[in-house]
């Protein structure tokens, strides 16, 4: 069974960081990219960062390059968050996909996994 699991969300004042983690079951990392999207209420889902586990490729929104950091160990996925800004917050969901990083990224391709969803809310 495929499963990805994001946690780490929480509350945070402006400036502030969080990590997140996006565990991941039953595929083959190397043979997918894996993203972390965002949600924030009446908005599109917008792509964050992506890595490709095979190489350690990674690629970022321009809004977050600087401040975010997606690493990857094991089965597990991270995003280092910091400098937070109330613009930031949303639900922040990791998804894997088959197509390219920067396609995943663009949402130019849907994933083919998502996980659940972790809320991050940074207070002004």
């Known amino acids: 069974e495929v499963q990805l699991v994001e946690s780490g969300g929480g509350l945070v004042q402006t400036g502030g960081s969080l990590r997140l983690s996006c565990v991941v079951s039953?595929?083959?990392?190397?043979?997918?990219?894996i993203g972390w999207f965002r949600q924030a209420p009446g908005k599109e889902r917008e792509g964050v960062s992506t890595i490709t586990p095979s190489d350690g490729s990674t690629y970022y929104a321009d809004s977050v390059k600087g401040r975010f950091t997606i690493s990857i160990r094991k089965n597990t996925v991270y995003l280092q968050m910091n400098s937070l800004r109330p613009e930031d917050t949303a639900v922040y969901y990791c998804?894997?996909?088959?197509?390219?990083?920067?396609?995943?990224?663009?949402?130019?391709?849907?994933?083919?996994?998502w996980g659940q969803g972790t809320q991050v809310t940074v207070s002004s």
């Open positions: 039953g595929f083959a990392l190397d043979d997918y990219a």
């Open positions: 998804a894997a996909s088959e197509e390219s990083p920067i396609l995943l990224l663009r949402r130019r391709v849907s994933p083919d996994y």
